[in-house]
């Protein structure tokens, strides 16, 4: 069974500083990988996702994230942070595309 | 291309009744896709159509849960008997497939359930 641990909680990052959110996944073979990003109200939107080819994978809203097979990780970075990034950003692992467990979550606050 | 729907947006019930939510897709998607998301946890795997056809279902899915996708286009979620480990966000998504291969979940609003 596949399972992901988002070790943040909640992360504070000053306005136009880096932002980095951790992604640890188990999983046995090359899973299917993803970044949402859900905001008060909204539904979940994918920033970016990773099946195979190229680790770095670069996303939507100036997002992009790395997967490292040997760490079994896909961590999540941007490198100047805006207001509108203030949101709970969840990342995502499955067997394929449509069975996806996610992990709980790590809320990021931008301060001005 | 108007997103994916879910109504009602809130629904607050008493323990023992049953509730009905539905979710309406983007036009021309052919998977669809439930979730139930409880406070501070990640969305969870419920169960996914494939037009009509519901093709898998989480062990989540107790019997108290049935859902269907009449024809292929909306869905309904239905709870019976609702507990209070029943309140939770409820999210639908739907996909169809990309020029790359695979399939990206859109995601609805949600519904948010309280079970008093």
């Known amino acids: 069974a596949q399972s992901v641990t988002q070790p943040d909680i909640h992360i504070t990052v000053s306005e136009g500083a880096s932002l980095e959110l951790r992604c640890n996944y188990s999983?046995?073979?090359?899973?299917?990988l993803f970044w949402y990003v859900q905001s008060p109200g909204q539904g979940l939107q994918l920033l970016l996702k990773?099946?195979?080819?190229?680790?770095l994978v670069q996303g939507i809203k100036g997002f992009e994230a790395e997967f490292k097979r040997s760490q079994s990780s896909f961590n999540l970075r941007k490198p100047s942070v805006h207001w509108s990034d203030a949101a709970e950003y969840f990342c995502?692992?499955?067997?394929?595309?449509?069975?996806?467990?996610f992990g709980a979550g790590t809320t990021v606050t931008v301060r001005a | 291309d108007t997103g994916v729907s879910q109504n009602p947006r809130h629904k607050i019930t008493k323990r023992g009744q049953n509730v009905t939510f539905r979710c309406d897709p983007i036009?021309?998607?052919?998977?669809l896709y439930w979730y139930r998301q409880t406070l501070g946890q990640g969305p969870e795997f419920l169960t996914y159509?494939?037009?009509?056809?519901?093709?898998?279902k989480s062990r989540l899915l107790s019997d108290r849960f049935s859902a269907e996708r009449p024809k292929g286009s909306f869905s309904t979620l239905e709870i019976q008997r609702t507990e209070q480990g029943d309140s939770a966000m409820y999210l639908c998504?739907?996909?169809?497939?990309?020029?790359?291969?695979?399939?990206?979940?859109?995601f609805g609003p949600g519904t948010r359930l309280t079970v008093t």
């Open positions: 159509f494939q037009n009509e056809a519901q093709l898998e």
């Open positions: 995502a692992v499955g067997p394929n595309d449509y069975k996806l467990s």
């Open positions: 036009s021309e998607h052919n998977r």
């Open positions: 990773y099946f195979s080819g190229d680790t």
């Open positions: 999983y046995g073979a090359t899973p299917y």
């Open positions: 998504a739907s996909s169809s497939l990309q020029r790359q291969g695979s399939y990206e979940q859109y």
